[in-house]
C-alpha cells in the first residue's frame, strides 16, 4: 500500500486494529493471571488451559469466560484482601511501638498529668522494659 493512498478511513481502521488488539492482549493477560492464582486448579489442568490459548485463542478465552468467569471477581478480591492484609501487617511491622525510650517517656507524661497511679505506672514501666 503506497504511502498516498493512505487517507483517513484507513487510519481509522487501523486506530480500531490496534484498540482490538491491544484489548485482546489485556484479556489474554488478565485470563492468564486469573489462571495462575487460582489454588484449587491443578498444575495439569493450568498447562490444558494455556496450551489451548496458544493454539484455539479465540475459542478458549470465549470458553473460560463463560465458564470460569463467576470466579474470576472471588479470586480477585481474595488476592486484594491478601495484599491489603500483608500490606497492613508490613506496615504495623515498619512502625512498630516506637522505642523504650519512648514509651517510657510517655508513660512518664501520662503519670505526671495524673492519668496513672502510681502502680499503674510501676505496672507500665516494668512492662515496657521487659
Not at 486506530?15 to 486469573?34: G, H, K, P, Y
Request: avoid cysteine.
Amino acid at each position: 500500500m503506497p504511502i498516498a493512498s493512505f487517507g483517513s478511513g484507513d487510519a481509522l481502521l487501523l486506530v480500531i486494529e490496534i484498540f482490538f488488539f491491544i484489548i485482546w492482549i489485556w484479556i489474554l493477560i488478565f485470563i492468564l493471571t486469573d489462571l495462575f492464582r487460582d489454588h484449587e486448579l491443578s498444575g495439569w489442568w493450568k498447562a490444558v488451559w494455556v496450551l489451548f490459548l496458544v493454539f484455539i485463542p479465540f475459542l478458549t478465552a470465549l470458553v473460560y469466560l463463560i465458564a470460569r468467569g463467576g470466579g474470576m471477581r472471588d479470586r480477585a478480591i481474595a488476592a486484594q484482601a491478601e495484599a491489603q492484609k500483608q500490606m497492613d501487617s508490613y506496615v504495623r511491622q515498619t512502625a512498630g511501638a516506637g522505642s523504650t525510650a519512648d514509651e517510657l517517656a510517655k508513660l512518664a507524661e501520662l503519670h505526671k498529668a495524673g492519668s496513672l497511679s502510681d502502680a499503674d505506672y510501676e505496672a507500665a514501666k516494668a512492662k515496657v522494659l521487659s
